[in-house]
């Protein structure tokens, strides 16, 4: 039996999903990251596939979504940025949190998440060298050059000096994954996009990947393509992304958590 716990960890709302026969044991942790305008419980098939392999999986809120939400959460449109890096600052509240408690077995760590919650898996990549593996499904590792694309498209633009927008923009190569592929240290990545995505575009994902292979620190990154899909995690994703972290970081596989 799969268990959802309600939790709040330093103020953070979280759903804990664990298998119940495991829920005081060691287990690898991964924390799964929903997508703009979501919340915690819309990626829950994602944390039962990742839970049923013998993982223990977080679903946090971002900032301005589901329980912290403070009004609707498109007027915090302009503050997309400031939403992944509060997730970036707030990881290690929340991998403390168990280590204090039922422990991580081996320190065993991932990242991964969907859209907005893929952007910040490369950015805690980018950002976390103790994070072991991650998964990132049709998001960006490129965040730089998609916010000054996003930043285009808005007719406002024009009235903002460009000077102020380059200094915004030069915050975010902090968090860039495509500006320090060398971070990804040999971890194990993969990524999954469609290419029928109108939302967060294929094609630079895809040329990041392309452009990081044959590197050694890039020797374990993997890549699906697949079309139709659009902007959506179907289940037959979901399962590959629990399958990669399986394959990662092994799991309690007896017959009687699935």
Request: aromatic share 10%.
């Amino acid at each position: 039996m799969i268990e959802i716990i309600t939790k709040k960890i330093e103020g953070l709302p979280v759903l804990e999903v664990v298998a119940k026969k495991y829920r005081t044991q060691k287990l690898p942790l991964i924390v799964f990251y929903h997508g703009w305008t979501g919340c915690k419980e819309r990626v829950l098939t994602e944390g039962y596939e990742l839970a049923k392999r013998g993982f223990r999986v977080v679903l946090p809120d971002a900032k301005f979504h589901g329980q912290r939400q403070s009004g609707p959460v498109t007027r915090h449109r302009q503050e997309f940025w400031q939403i992944v890096a509060s997730s970036v600052k707030e990881l290690p509240l929340l991998v403390n949190y168990y280590r204090q408690t039922s422990g991580i077995k081996d320190d065993l760590v991932g990242v991964s998440g969907l859209s907005m919650g893929a952007i910040t898996t490369c950015a805690l990549l980018t950002v976390y060298d103790w994070i072991k593996a991650g998964v990132s499904l049709m998001g960006s590792p490129c965040p730089t050059a998609f916010a000054r694309q996003l930043l285009e498209e808005l007719p406002v633009l024009a009235d903002i000096p460009a000077s102020f927008v380059d200094q915004q923009l030069a915050q975010l190569e902090l968090i860039d994954l495509s500006k320090h592929p060398e971070r990804i240290a040999g971890r194990p990545v993969h990524f999954w996009h469609d290419t029928a995505d109108q939302i967060v575009p294929y094609a630079p994902d895809k040329a990041f990947f392309d452009s990081i292979q044959g590197k050694d620190y890039a020797k374990n990154t993997s890549f699906t393509t697949t079309t139709g899909q659009g902007h959506k995690v179907n289940y037959a994703t979901a399962v590959e992304m629990a399958e990669k972290f399986e394959e990662y970081f092994g799991g309690i596989d007896d017959g009687t958590t699935k």
